[in-house]
């Protein structure tokens, strides 16, 4: 009896040794759902001590803090206790679940590995009123505020978005903020008004205290949709300087820094329908204030001679959201596709300028041709009413030329008749005889023989050269990686270079290019193609660090695109990087 109360004995200390020597390594986050405005706090607790604590990459935080390490040891009743931990202070950058990555640290020769963190992070909360606290203090002295020209424009109709932040005299902002969040305008025609990065310092109100204030963007929208449209809102992450609670050798109080995650708010605007009350037939969506006007170079000309006749509308308004209307002149002028220009100018009223259409006319018989009036309708948000302009009447005079039976010109100083020519009046002629010669040579010993004997003779030579070719071409290991770079990269682009005349097709084309790309090359899918992993699976794939930028900015120029318009020449300028960047991609990847 008494050796088995021994056995037990033993077996349960032993138990108790091996189970108060097992390695514990464990991640634990101080709240497992927080807003993006607020702070986590992660700390990574270990019972033993180790080397090469190696953190996970944090993606989708910012660290503010840390590490910060504390360690433990004691002794109780000769047992000993040992705990180390590495806390990290952490700022969400953007919203949804976030999943913190593992961490590792070796422990007498073994790796360790804590198991991933899942949190939440969701819109901003409202954060506790402590004056002493310098996150509060610093939320409660600086504010982005966009102001909205005008809350219920109509269809078409400009307003003007401006970001403002105000700091007040309490706190100061030493240090360049950071954008986390840009709005889309995703039912907007939308253009910045470039500041270069000037900002001006204002004195202002803001709930009616005193604060500076500086304006970071302003923005003009068009709104291409009625009803409510929301515009979303521009997050910043701000430094702050603010007074902290501990004061220097001469009792100032020292000056302690904050990062702040500021947003502006998102903004609801009502978009009124344009009335039906008045519209005018041929209206094609016109807003503003406009003139109009119709011209030519020159009214008299001769036969085959050009002239050029403009259509031009010029003001203020949605200059570059309608077309012009059209010119229908007599079919015996020959009118070419018009050359649109555009000479706009976009302020923080909007946009301003003119819109031309030239045609080039060519008059092919003599006589007198009539340009109707043509009208041009727009609504004017002033005064809620439509407005149409009718352009004059003018003729062109064509003087010398041949006449068309379809055009007769009474002249009285012309006494003799006209002739008209009808395709009657040569249909007996005719004009194919197919005529064969009498006598036809033969084809023994023609030219033609002797070519087809001897010229697969002349041609061994050809092909002994283009074999010669063949296998340099084929020993050429580097030259045949780049042509295979690059026509690679021609087959994904050939539908954007398709619509490289079109700027949004294009665009749609190129980003379509660039992901199928993807897939083929890192065999991901569409839904994670997200920049920060692709970036970081081609830097895996030994791609330069250069390339791989040039790759992620194509990317945010199709995203970009879609809610602003671009020129031929930013068009031609990213088809060309996109060739350079996929040859480059195609030469480095492993």
């Known amino acids: 009896?008494?050796?088995?109360?021994?056995?037990?004995?033993?077996?349960?200390?032993?138990?108790?040794?091996?189970?108060?020597?097992?390695?514990?390594?464990?991640?634990?986050?101080?709240?497992?759902?927080?807003?993006?405005?607020?702070?986590?706090?992660?700390?990574?607790?270990?019972?033993?001590?180790?080397?090469?604590?190696?953190?996970?990459?944090?993606?989708?935080?910012?660290?503010?803090?840390?590490?910060?390490?504390?360690?433990?040891n004691s002794w109780i009743n000769g047992k000993r206790s040992f705990s180390k931990t590495y806390s990290y202070f952490l700022a969400p950058q953007t919203r949804g679940k976030i999943t913190i990555a593992q961490a590792?640290?070796?422990?007498?020769?073994?790796?360790?590995?804590?198991?991933?963190?899942?949190?939440?992070?969701?819109?901003?909360?409202?954060?506790?009123?402590?004056?002493?606290?310098?996150d509060y203090v610093a939320s409660e002295n600086v504010h982005l505020v966009a102001e909205v020209s005008k809350a219920n424009p109509y269809l078409n109709e400009a307003i003007t978005v401006t970001y403002k932040l105000y700091v007040s005299h309490d706190v100061s902002i030493t240090s360049q903020w950071r954008e986390i969040d840009t709005p889309k305008y995703a039912d907007f025609w939308s253009q910045n008004i470039d500041n270069q990065n000037n900002f001006k310092?204002?004195?202002?109100?803001?709930?009616?205290?005193?604060?500076?204030?500086?304006?970071?963007?302003?923005?003009?929208?068009?709104?291409?949709?009625?009803?409510?449209?929301?515009?979303?809102?521009?997050?910043?992450d701000i430094p702050i300087d603010v007074q902290g609670n501990r004061r220097d050798i001469f009792g100032r109080r020292v000056m302690e820094r904050v990062n702040k995650t500021i947003s502006a708010?998102?903004?609801?605007?009502?978009?009124?329908?344009?009335?039906l009350e008045g519209k005018p037939d041929g209206f094609n969506g016109a807003v503003g204030d406009f003139t109009f006007d119709v011209n030519t170079n020159k009214t008299q000309l001769n036969a085959n001679e050009s002239l050029q006749l403009d259509v031009k509308v010029s003001g203020k308004g949605n200059?570059?959201?309608?077309?012009?209307?059209?010119?229908?002149?007599?079919?015996?002028?020959?009118?070419?596709?018009?050359?649109?220009?555009?000479?706009?100018?976009?302020?923080?009223?909007?946009?301003?300028?003119?819109?031309?259409?030239?045609?080039?006319?060519?008059?092919?018989?003599?006589?007198?041709?009539?340009?109707?009036?043509?009208?041009?309708?727009?609504?004017?948000?002033?005064?809620?009413?439509?407005?149409?302009?009718?352009?004059?009447?003018?003729?062109?005079?064509?003087g010398n030329g041949p006449i068309s039976s379809a055009n007769p010109i009474a002249n009285s100083n012309d006494a003799k008749k006209q002739v008209v020519l009808s395709k009657d009046n040569f249909k007996y002629i005719k004009l194919d005889a197919n005529l064969k010669p009498i006598a036809q040579e033969s084809f023994f010993k023609s030219p033609l023989f002797w070519s087809l004997l001897g010229g697969p003779f002349l041609l061994i030579p050809l092909f002994i050269l283009a074999g010669k070719k063949r296998k340099e071409r084929l020993n050429d290991v580097e030259g045949n990686k780049l042509r295979r770079a690059n026509k690679l990269a021609k087959k994904y682009l050939s539908e954007a270079k398709r619509n490289i005349q079109n700027p949004t097709a294009f665009y749609e084309s190129l980003e379509r290019a660039l992901h199928n790309y993807l897939k083929a090359k890192l065999n991901i899918e569409t839904s994670e193609m997200e920049k920060g992993l692709i970036s970081k699976m081609l830097l895996e794939r030994n791609v330069e660090a250069p390339t791989v930028e040039s790759f992620i900015s194509l990317l945010k120029s199709c995203e970009f695109a879609r809610y602003a318009s671009s020129s031929t020449a930013s068009v031609q300028q990213d088809y060309s990087k996109a060739v350079e960047v996929i040859s480059n991609i195609d030469k480095q990847i492993q």
């Open 265 to 275: 708010g998102k903004r609801t605007i009502n978009v009124k329908p344009l009335p």
């Open 319 to 398: 200059l570059k959201l309608f077309t012009l209307p059209t010119v229908k002149l007599p079919n015996t002028l020959e009118v070419y596709e018009p050359e649109h220009s555009e000479s706009v100018n976009t302020t923080i009223g909007g946009m301003s300028g003119s819109i031309t259409d030239s045609y080039t006319v060519v008059p092919q018989f003599k006589g007198t041709y009539p340009v109707n009036p043509i009208t041009f309708s727009f609504f004017d948000p002033k005064t809620e009413k439509y407005r149409t302009i009718t352009s004059k009447e003018f003729t062109i005079e064509v």
């Open 1 to 72: 009896m008494k050796t088995k109360s021994f056995l037990f004995l033993l077996g349960f200390v032993l138990c108790s040794i091996a189970a108060t020597a097992q390695v514990q390594f464990d991640a634990k986050v101080s709240k497992k759902r927080l807003g993006i405005n607020e702070r986590l706090r992660i700390d990574f607790e270990m019972n033993q001590d180790g080397d090469n604590f190696r953190p996970p990459s944090f993606d989708g935080f910012r660290v503010v803090g840390g590490p910060n390490q504390s360690i433990s």
């Open 201 to 236: 310092v204002y004195e202002g109100k803001y709930n009616g205290q005193d604060y500076r204030y500086v304006v970071l963007r302003t923005t003009v929208l068009y709104p291409q949709k009625t009803g409510e449209l929301e515009i979303e809102p521009l997050t910043l």
């Open 104 to 134: 590792t640290i070796e422990i007498e020769g073994e790796t360790y590995k804590t198991l991933p963190v899942e949190v939440e992070v969701t819109a901003a909360v409202d954060v506790p009123k402590d004056g002493n606290n310098a």
